[in-house]
């Protein structure tokens, strides 16, 4: 898949979040019964949120994981590798990974999910 086919697909999901987001706000405005998404809302939350850092990894290319040993000692002054906005987009894609582990694994929220779909 195209690199702005996989930006364009995570568009469309960030703006179907959006609409399940307002959704549950509006049904919570009107007095109806919502049901109870907290757990969908949290699975696709933080799969996005995963995805744009890949995303991200894969735009800079080798650049988002420089290594240079020498930049560990204190006082270093060398080179940059890449622009320096590269820098940090190794940290925050294996950050992001975490976000479908606290709060409950996704498979987890799925399960509770489907016990609570079931048990209407």
Do not use: H
């Amino acid at each position: 898949m195209r690199f702005r086919d996989q930006i364009a697909l995570l568009e469309v999901e960030v703006v179907a979040l959006e609409m399940l987001v307002l959704r549950v706000l509006c049904a919570e405005k009107s007095g109806k019964q919502s049901l109870d998404i907290a757990g969908l809302l949290k699975i696709r939350g933080s799969e996005i949120q995963q995805r744009y850092s890949e995303l991200m990894m894969l735009a800079v290319g080798p650049f988002a994981l420089p290594f240079v040993e020498e930049a560990m000692a204190a006082g270093w002054q060398g080179d940059v590798i890449g622009n320096a906005f590269c820098a940090p987009l190794a940290s925050t894609y294996f950050n992001m990974r975490k976000t479908t582990i606290y709060g409950g694994s996704n498979e987890i929220q799925r399960n509770i999910i489907a016990q609570q779909i079931l048990a209407q």
